[in-house]
């Protein structure tokens, strides 16, 4: 990896009558989001130009929407696509729900971080003043980034926890919300698992099937994507990816924020999972859903 040699190549794409989509392409694709951060530095102090300025100038729409994103180091990219979501036209609850419930403690800080320095208000603040009732509260808990990353599994409490699940939404008229979303946000990963077992056993139905009878719209969504992430991430990206593309028109902000957010995380396991769940290869979709240097670009990242 020469980051000179790519900077001086991506001028040239760029420079004079048209630019070499295919190019740009070709090199910002086989390279990972620290050398591309290294080429960005390289293209100011070699050519004294902005190289994601000159990027949004030559490229328009999706296409160049997926390329900025590539060049955006990974927290910063999450940073303004929570930006976008609580700041655009009308609340993107989607975005926010998906950041928010699949990233670790560590990048769930560093986000806070940056958010703060970037727009001199906490994601916090942004949050609760952008939406309401019990789902701000699901998404500040999950903005906090508090859950227990270790693995021990305390049976007597799984034991406990499932029955409180099942008081709080099942066995009584009503939902006590509240109680999920303590237990669904706070808990560690191996220990919801044993929960979750346990729940079926004592009400005869899934975790999910419950929270679609016992609740509605976003908070429903926020504590199903909550579950999904736990049991299996790619799985939940991979249902992402499909729901951006079947059906009438195609949900890109969406499409983007996924395949460029996850490309070098977990983009193999998300093909597999699409795969078995859905028959048809991600490669498929994106292929029959997009055209152009938006659909090669895609393309790319997704791989195979």
Known sequence: FNAEQEAQALRKAMKGFGTDEDAIIEILTKLNVSQRQQVLIT????????????????????????????????TMYDVHELRRALKG???????????????TNAEIQRINENYKLQYGSSLEDDIVSDTSSMFRRVLVSLATGNRDEGTFVDEALAQQDAQCLYEAGEKRWG??????????????????????????????????ESIKSEMSGDL????????????????????????SMKGLGTDDSTLIRVMVSRSEV??????????????????SFIKGDCSGDYRKVLLRLCGG
């Open 175 to 208: 939902t006590d919300e509240v109680q999920f979303m303590s237990i669904l946000c706070t808990r560690n990963r191996c220990h919801l698992l044993r929960v979750f077992d346990v729940y079926r056993v004592i009400s005869n139905k899934d975790i999910t």
């Open 266 to 283: 977990d983009m193999l396991y998300i093909r597999r999972e699409f795969l078995a769940a859905y028959g048809k290869s991600l490669h």
């Open 43 to 74: 293209y100011k102090s070699t050519i004294g130009r902005d190289l994601i300025d000159d990027l949004k100038s030559e490229l328009s729409g999706n296409f160049e929407r997926v390329i900025v994103g590539l060049m955006t180091p990974t």
């Open 89 to 103: 036209a009308g609340t993107d609850e989607g975005c926010l729900i998906e950041i928010l419930a699949s990233r």
């Open 220 to 243: 429903e969504d926020a504590l199903l994507a909550v579950v999904k992430c736990l049991r299996n991430k790619p799985a939940y990206f991979a249902e992402r990816l499909y729901k």
